[in-house]
Nanobody, 120 residues
Framework: HVQLVESGGGSVQAGGSLKLSCHAS????????MGWFRQAPGKEREAIAT???????NYADSVKGRFTISKDNAKTTLYLQMDSLKPEDTAMYYC???????????????WGRGTQVTVS
């Protein structure tokens, strides 16, 4: 089993910043694919940032230039630095991972319970 626990969400004003964390534990590797997803009310879940076994990151166009994904392998923790936040960034943010090192854009198997981000 893999356990993922997100933290760092909250309520901020437009233009502000938040940093989300996702701690992974259990039978996983820090170099597996990891990603951040979000789901706003009435919308489908979308991938916003992923990072592969070589620490290569990919971003959704909607967040590129504003969000930065990173990880600390020793701490088995994934981060999402969110800057220049907009009201449309309001969503539940989820951390995910899968047993794969590359092709990290889809088919995630393990999910956290999410952390709420609200931008006003």
């Amino acid at each position: 089993h893999v356990q993922l626990v997100e933290s760092g969400g909250g309520s901020v004003q437009a233009g502000g910043s938040l940093k989300l964390s996702c701690h992974a534990s259990g039978y996983t590797r820090s170099t597996y694919c990891m990603g951040w997803f979000r789901q706003a009310p009435g919308k489908e879940r979308e991938a916003i940032a992923t990072i592969d076994g070589d620490a290569t990151a990919n971003y959704a166009d909607s967040v590129k230039g504003r969000f930065t994904i990173s990880k600390d392998n020793a701490k088995t923790t994934l981060y999402l630095q969110m800057d220049s936040l907009k009201p449309e960034d309001t969503a539940m943010y989820y951390c995910a991972t899968k047993v794969q090192y590359y092709s990290c854009d889809s088919s995630y198997n393990y999910w956290g319970r999410g952390t709420q981000v609200t931008v006003s």
